[in-house]
């Protein structure tokens, strides 16, 4: 059994949930979010609280109910207080710059990098390096900033790149003068 998967969710005040087949559909006042949920397991609505259970004790089940718990959890999570995630943009000349439902990034290249925006995310520039990308869905969220990161990565020589605020990249060593 899941210990993650035992605990129960609360709900806020202001979030409506409802559950039908394996849709779970939350609303609050960030947004509306509906995801589905694995075969085999059941959720049970009491006051104020969720609870997950499995529909039977079958051994591929039981490796569910942990992730049910959790996607439940973290669609609550997001329409009460929503995710971000910090990217650090390093380099000389490189920059960002949001228009209207664009992101224009200035990578290095020889163009300007463009990416759409999704609808329901956020994305702001501070001091032109520092991009914090918002919602409400922690699954869009991370998805949108590993896109992004991945249009230029850090290499490891200068650390010249996208890279997440607190990510630490490991340096290596340049060439050696032939003596």
Request: charged share 25%; glycine share 12%.
């Amino acid at each position: 059994m899941s210990r993650i998967g035992k605990k129960a969710v609360e709900i806020p005040k202001g979030v409506s949930v409802s559950i039908k087949d394996n849709l779970f559909t939350c609303a609050g006042p960030l947004g509306k979010l509906t995801k589905m949920l694995p075969e085999g397991i059941a959720v049970n609505i009491e006051g104020s609280a969720l609870s997950v259970e499995l529909k039977d004790n079958g051994p591929d089940f039981k490796k569910y109910m942990g992730l049910a718990r959790t996607i439940i959890a973290n669609s609550v999570n997001g329409v009460v207080k929503g995710f971000s995630k910090d990217l650090e943009i390093i380099g000389i000349g490189y920059k960002a710059e949001v228009k209207s439902k664009n992101l224009s990034l200035n990578l290095g290249y020889s163009h300007p990098v463009n990416f759409v925006i999704p609808e329901g995310i956020g994305i702001s520039v501070e001091k032109n390096t520092l991009l914090k990308i918002s919602g409400y869905d922690k699954e869009l969220v991370g998805l949108v900033a590993s896109r992004i990161r991945s249009l230029r990565k850090p290499e490891p020589y200068k650390g010249k790149g996208i890279k997440y605020l607190n990510e630490v990249i490991k340096r290596k060593i340049g060439k050696a003068s032939g003596k």
